[in-house]
């Protein structure tokens, strides 16, 4: 059973950072892509980044790009999405979640394991 834990949201004033956590559990982290989504108050969940196992590729939702970076750490079975210069309209829980291994996908339906999420709230 693979376990996913988000930690680091909270209140941050536009123009701010937060940088947010994801542990994993599961020996087979490392072969995995992972990925960051969100879902805002009255809208559909939608993806935000993803990294593939090797940390060799990555991809951005248009909307976060040059404003956020995800990175992961294999050997701690973590990983991270560092948000730069956060917009009101960044606002949502996050969550991460396990995709398929080798292949770096965006699709919501192609991850299988998520977390509980974690609250950003990006005041204006």
């Known amino acids: 059973q693979v376990q996913l834990v988000e930690s680091g949201g909270g209140l941050v004033q536009a123009g701010g950072s937060l940088r947010l956590s994801c542990a994993a559990s599961g020996r087979t982290f490392s072969s995995y892509t992972m990925g960051w989504f969100r879902q805002a108050p009255g809208k559909e969940r939608e993806f935000v980044a993803a990294?593939?196992?090797?940390?060799?590729?990555?991809a951005y939702a248009e909307s976060v790009k040059g404003r956020f970076t995800i990175s992961r750490d294999n050997a701690k079975n973590t990983v991270n999405l560092q948000m730069n210069s956060l917009k009101p309209e960044d606002t949502a829980v996050y969550y991460c979640?396990?995709?398929?291994?080798?292949?770096?996908?965006?699709?919501?339906?192609?991850?299988?394991?998520w977390g509980q999420g974690t609250q950003v709230t990006v005041s204006s």
């Open positions: 979640a396990r995709g398929p291994s080798i292949v770096l996908v965006t699709t919501l339906r192609e991850y299988d394991y």
């Open positions: 990294i593939s196992w090797s940390s060799k590729n990555a």
